[in-house]
Nanobody
Framework: QVQLVESGGGLVQAGGSLRLSCAASGRAFSSCNMGWFRQAPGKEREFVAA????????YYADSVKGRFTISRDNAKNTVSLQMNSLKHEDTAVYYC???????????????????WGQGTQVTVSS
């Protein structure tokens, strides 16, 4: 089992920045691919970013590429999402997710992740 807890969400002005963090416990953090997803009201949960076990590979949704940066610190069992140049459409509940079984690639689909955090609200205002 892997337990994930997100933090760092809040209210921010359009064009501003916010940094989300996810703390992991239970299974060894370094054995998991990690991802960030988000879900806005009335929309499906969507992929935002993912990072491989050692942090050597990162992937981003086209909508956030160039603005968001995912990183991990295996010594601290944390994964972060730095969000810059925030837009109104970035408003959503952001979820941290973990996959401990895949080794050939870094998963980017909802069904490929087995463990999820409770989510943290990000609201981008005018």
């Amino acid at each position: 089992q892997v337990q994930l807890v997100e933090s760092g969400g809040g209210l921010v002005q359009a064009g501003g920045s916010l940094r989300l963090s996810c703390a992991a416990s239970g299974r060894a953090f370094s054995s998991c691919n990690m991802g960030w997803f988000r879900q806005a009201p009335g929309k499906e949960r969507e992929f935002v970013a993912a990072i491989s076990r050692s942090g050597g590979n990162t992937y981003y949704a086209d909508s956030v590429k160039g603005r968001f940066t995912i990183s991990r610190d295996n010594a601290k069992n944390t994964v972060s999402l730095q969000m810059n140049s925030l837009k109104h459409e970035d408003t959503a509940v952001y979820y941290c997710a973990a996959d401990s079984t895949r080794y050939s690639y870094t998963p980017r689909q909802l069904y490929e992740y087995d463990y999820w955090g409770q989510g943290t609200q990000v609201t981008v205002s005018s």
